[in-house]
Antibody, heavy 122, light 110 residues
Framework: QVTLRETGPALVKPTQTLTLTCTFSGFSLSSSGMCVSWVRQPPGKALEWLGRIDWDDDIYYSTSLKTRLTISKDTSGNQVVLAMTNVDPADTATYYC??????????????WGKGTTVTVSS | QTVVTQEPSLSVSPGGTVTLTCGLTSGSVSTSEYPSWYQQTPGQAPRTLIYKTNSRSSGVPDRFSGSILGNKAALTITGAQADDDSHYYCMLYLGRGTWVFGGGTKLTVL
């Protein structure tokens, strides 16, 4: 059974760096065709795709956020980390990670975590 | 900047058929944008319904189907049920490894 869980701080101050961890089980990010995506959703607003890390270490970012995002993986620990620098109240959102199966360029986000809510406020 | 467009809201009667669309502010949507569709109810994580235009995700009932209609991607729900009352989002591939969601459609079943 594939599961994913997002963890991180519930409250972050403006200008700080937000670091979120996606811990997963039931699959290996070292296996061909696997990847993990990040998606967020501000309160009452639409989903926003943030980025993706692939089994072979290819990484892709949202065009609008790429200067602020870093996605990395810890294969041995079954974790993927999302770091977002210089956060702003507009980054207040629920952040989701999802397992995806990859057949470039498309990926199918077939299993989602429950999400973690982050508030950016001083 | 290219934006992905969806109807803000639609309604359907129980048992009826409804089609949600997903377009681009510049250009047409084809299978090359690999459209996918997601259902989300309040407080829940999204659920993937359709990927790569018309492939149903595991466990998704066949009353949900994806297609290209004209210059847009489409999600058709046939025989709508009360629990289809949700938000629906499409996502498109815009090249160079980047993907963008639409603004979502609130579907009301009444």
């Amino acid at each position: 059974q594939v599961t994913l869980r997002e963890t991180g701080p519930a409250l972050v101050k403006p200008t700080q760096t937000l670091t979120l961890t996606c811990t997963f089980s039931g699959f290996s990010l070292s296996s061909s065709g696997m990847c993990v995506s990040w998606v967020r959703q501000p309160p009452g607003k639409a989903l926003e795709w943030l980025g993706r890390i692939d089994w072979d270490d290819d990484i892709y970012y949202s065009t609008s956020l790429k200067t602020r995002l870093t996605i990395s993986k810890d294969t041995s620990g079954n974790q993927v980390v999302l770091a977002m620098t210089n956060v702003d109240p507009a980054d207040t959102a629920t952040y989701y990670c999802a397992r995806a199966t990859l057949d470039r360029p498309y990926h199918n986000m077939d299993v989602w975590g429950k999400g973690t809510t982050v508030t950016v406020s001083s | 900047q290219t934006v992905v467009t969806q109807e803000p809201s639609l309604s359907v009667s129980p048992g009826g058929t409804v089609t949600l669309t997903c377009g681009l502010t510049s250009g047409s949507v084809s299978t090359s944008e690999y459209p996918s569709w997601y259902q989300q109810t309040p407080g829940q994580a999204p659920r993937t319904l359709i990927y790569k235009t018309n492939s149903r995700s595991s466990g998704v009932p066949d009353r949900f189907s994806g297609s290209i209609l004209g210059n847009k991607a489409a999600l058709t729900i046939t025989g709508a049920q009360a629990d289809d009352d949700s938000h629906y989002y499409c996502m498109l591939y815009l090249g160079r490894g980047t993907w963008v969601f639409g603004g979502g459609t609130k579907l009301t079943v009444l």
